[in-house]
């Protein structure tokens, strides 16, 4: 990559709030809307953008800092999880915007499932998928995750992925005055518990559950993943760089699996000149060919 491509890119597609730090951060491209608009035959609402979906230029993806925009957590799971290839069934909770179900689509022709609770990010998921011609292969639901046994039945899933809320925030002053990014940050309306038995009941027994989470919580996932019957079977923690705490922890389990957790390398985000390490980049913008 060039350096003035990175320079554009580093401008325009990430905002962190500290130079030193990965905090939350989304692709911005030139088709921002201020007001509606159409682009493509796609409706954008107001505040809503069109943006490219990371490497993938036949890819866009909508997306709204009012509302949502995906963070490099979602495309950090979307890497390391397993995924079956060429069959099989696949659900992502908290879907978001589907940007989940839309990586992994670059993966497999398995069938994808996303479960969104709000109403206006599920709408955007659902233009997601029409936009990128991708209705045969990935639908969504609107609805609670934890009814999702209910709707879709137990144990039919080969794959469960989560990007779940991360803060237990009680106190309302703690939360963020946003309804939209509060819901999706914030237990308001499933606990760490919830997600983890919603996961066990629909994934297939053998079949993988997938997660992003804090490392402050890693005592807290392993616990409950052995309480709902799903062994932990590979773990990576991500830093910001060298010498600086962990800040992202992706696990990975199996439903009914035997005790033996793989520990893998560990992923740093940033050099010591404040560069993308090369094997971000690979998982951002694939392997230069």
């Known amino acids: ?22 905090i939350f951060f989304w692709f911005s491209l030139s088709f921002y809307m201020k007001g509606f608009g159409k682009v493509k035959d796609v409706e ?9 979906l ?17 963070s490099l957590d979602a495309v950090l799971l979307a890497d390391f999880t397993y995924v079956p290839i060429k069959k099989g069934r696949i659900l992502d909770l908290c879907t978001g915007n589907g940007v989940i179900p839309l990586l992994i689509s ?10 969104e ?19 045969e292969q990935i639908d969504m639901v609107h609805g609670d995750l934890k009814e999702m046994h209910e709707m879709l039945g137990n144990g039919g899933f080969d794959l469960v992925t989560c990007n779940p ?9 703690e939360q963020n005055i946003n309804e939209y990014l509060t819901i999706a940050r914030h237990e308001i309306y499933c606990t760490l518990e919830d997600v983890v038995k919603s996961c066990s009941r629909l994934v297939r027994p053998g079949g993988k559950v997938a997660m992003v989470h804090r490392p402050g919580r890693l005592v807290d996932l392993l616990a409950l993943f052995r309480k709902y019957k799903i062994e932990p ?57």
């Open 1 to 22: 990559m060039k350096q003035t491509e990175r320079t554009n890119i580093e401008n325009q597609h990430f905002v962190r709030t500290d130079p030193k730090k990965m």
């Open 117 to 135: 609770i709000q109403e206006r990010l599920y709408d955007m998921a659902v233009r997601n998928v029409e936009l990128n011609g991708l209705s």
């Open 106 to 115: 670059r993966r497999s022709y398995a069938h994808i499932t996303g479960v």
């Open 165 to 173: 809320p991360y803060f237990t925030t009680p106190q309302k002053k």
């Open 44 to 52: 954008l609402q107001k505040g809503e953008r069109l943006d490219y």
């Open 233 to 289: 079977k590979k773990m990576r923690l991500v830093y910001p760089k060298a010498n600086k705490e962990a800040n992202i922890l992706l696990i990975e389990g199996i439903r009914d699996g035997k005790p033996d957790l793989k520990i893998l390398p560990p992923l740093y985000a940033f050099d010591e000149q404040d560069n993308y390490t090369k094997e971000l980049e690979e998982i951002l913008y694939g392997k230069e060919k």
């Open 54 to 70: 990371l490497a993938e230029e036949k890819m866009r993806i909508i997306q709204s800092p009012e509302v949502f925009a995906f």
